[in-house]
Structure formats: C-alpha cells, structure tokens
C-alpha cells in the first residue's frame, strides 16, 4: 500500500528552524514527483515548495523563498523541507504530497498530485 507519512512538525518560536521529513513507504520516491502544501486554520491548502524526480528542478512559493529549501534523498525514500526564520503566519498542518506524471519539472498545484500522506503540525508562537 502506497504511504507518505509526514514528521517532524512541533511548536517553535519565531525565527527559529524546523526539518520536516515525509518518508515513503510501498513504492519508491524515485519516479514521483513531491510537493509540500500547508493549511492554517480557516484557509486554503497552498503549495510551499516541491521537488523534481532527480532533485533538479524546485519551486518555491514566493512567501517562503530564502526561508524554505527542499531536498530529497532517494536512497532513504524520503524528502525533506528545512524551514528556517519561522514566522507565526507559517502556523498551519504541512503535507507532503507524490504524483507519477512529471518527470524533470514539478508544480504547486494541489490537482498535480495524487498521493498525500496526513500532515504535521507546525505552530510558530512565543
């Protein structure tokens, strides 16, 4: 059974860091594409960043770009989203997401992505 099982969330405080991970488990990461999206309370789910195949091409929201860096170890199965100078509007659940159909590029769109694991909780307060 195809799984993404995201961790690593937890309660910070402004301007501090978080890695999170998202590890795969029933198939392999290599031949799908990652995204992260978040949700805070009452809003939309938005895509933060994601990550090529390869690891070659990124995106990045532009209200997370210089904070935010994805990466993705293939050889773990597992991508990570480091999340540096946190801000309180960063508050919200982060998932991670796989799809198959994009081989050299990635997008942020939630409809670009099939598989989606539960999300983790990230809060940024003092």
């Known amino acids: 059974q195809l799984q993404l099982v995201e961790s690593g969330g937890g309660l910070v405080q402004p301007g501090g860091s978080l890695r999170l991970s998202c590890a795969a488990s029933?198939?392999?990461?290599?031949?799908?594409?990652i995204g992260w999206f978040r949700q805070a309370p009452g809003k939309e789910r938005e895509g933060v960043s994601c990550?090529?195949?390869?690891?070659?091409?990124?995106n990045y929201a532009d209200s997370v770009k210089g904070r935010f860096t994805i990466s993705r170890d293939n050889a773990k199965n597992t991508v990570y989203l480091q999340i540096n100078s946190l801000k309180p509007e960063d508050t919200a659940v982060y998932y991670c997401?796989?799809?198959?159909?994009?081989?050299?590029?990635?997008?942020?769109?939630?409809?670009?992505?099939?598989?989606w694991g539960q999300g983790t909780q990230v809060t940024v307060s003092s």
């Open positions: 997401a796989a799809d198959s159909s994009f081989i050299r590029l990635c997008v942020l769109s939630r409809s670009g992505y099939r598989y």
């Open positions: 029933g198939f392999t990461l290599d031949y799908y594409t």
């Open positions: 990550i090529s195949r390869s690891g070659g091409s990124t």
